[in-house]
């Protein structure tokens, strides 16, 4: 297996097939041009068992040097509870400004999944915009990730720090420095970086995360 640069970003999300099965699929945003290629990635479901996901497709050129890859699974859970999925893959893009060392800090997705009782449609929401942008140096940067949830319940958004190995919190990183400020909308969900300092041109990082009901970050409130 080759260990070289290549995940610039991804997201987990999951739908309820019926009962206990859920279906999952993971997105990740890979450097086209690296010799480290994921045909498959290994999956932990929460519930002290994982698996081996393919994947299905490959979308090439959605940005310059960067590939989308779609990874789909299905899960049967042992029953009613708390579940923290993820996936971790070696390793991340180099010369992230904000995350020193980068090159040698697993890429690390997680997301929650909260089986109740009380929870009749459990389904995550879905980010419709690609995480594939441009800024400039003293030009004020906004993304949006345009979240789309199926169930209909409201959204609330939180930045959180990047994660590793583990899913531990990478000390080398940092949120990008700015001329004024560097925020995240809880309610629109609009990421504002007012603006960027760098005079040459450098790849930033900052993870959203979506999370289920009562739990923070990307908060998903059932109403």
């Known amino acids: 297996m080759l260990y070289a640069t290549h995940n610039r970003a991804g997201e987990i999300t999951y739908r309820k097939i019926s009962n206990l099965f859920y279906e999952v699929k993971i997105v990740t945003y890979t450097k086209s041009s690296s010799p480290a290629d994921r045909p ?48 971790l893959d070696e390793n991340r893009n180099a010369d992230v400004v904000n995350m020193p060392g980068s090159v040698n800090i697993p890429f690390y997705v997680e997301t929650k999944l909260v089986i109740s009782p009380a929870i009749t449609s459990n389904s995550s929401p879905n980010l419709l915009q690609p995480p594939i942008d ?6 004020i940067f ?28 990478i000390p080398t990183f940092s949120y990008p420095a700015a001329n ?22 450098e790849e930033h990082t900052s993870e959203l995360q979506s999370r289920q ?3 923070c970050r990307l908060l998903l409130e059932k109403k």
């Open 134 to 139: 441009n800024g400039a140096v003293g030009q």
């Open 40 to 87: 498959e990635l290994e999956f932990w479901w929460g519930d002290g068992t994982r698996d081996t996901i393919p994947r299905q497709s490959i979308t090439p050129n959605v940005g310059p040097d960067i590939q989308k890859n779609t990874y789909v699974g299905t899960h049967t859970y042992p029953g009613n509870g708390s579940y923290t999925m993820y996936f």
């Open 213 to 215: 009901y009562l739990v």
């Open 180 to 201: 004024n400020s560097f925020t995240l909308d809880s309610v629109s969900g609009d990421l504002i970086w007012d603006s960027p300092l760098t005079v040459r041109s």
């Open 142 to 169: 906004l993304h949006n990730p345009n979240a789309f949830d199926p169930d209909g319940d409201s959204l609330s958004y939180e930045l959180v720090a990047c994660k590793g190995t583990g899913g531990q919190a």
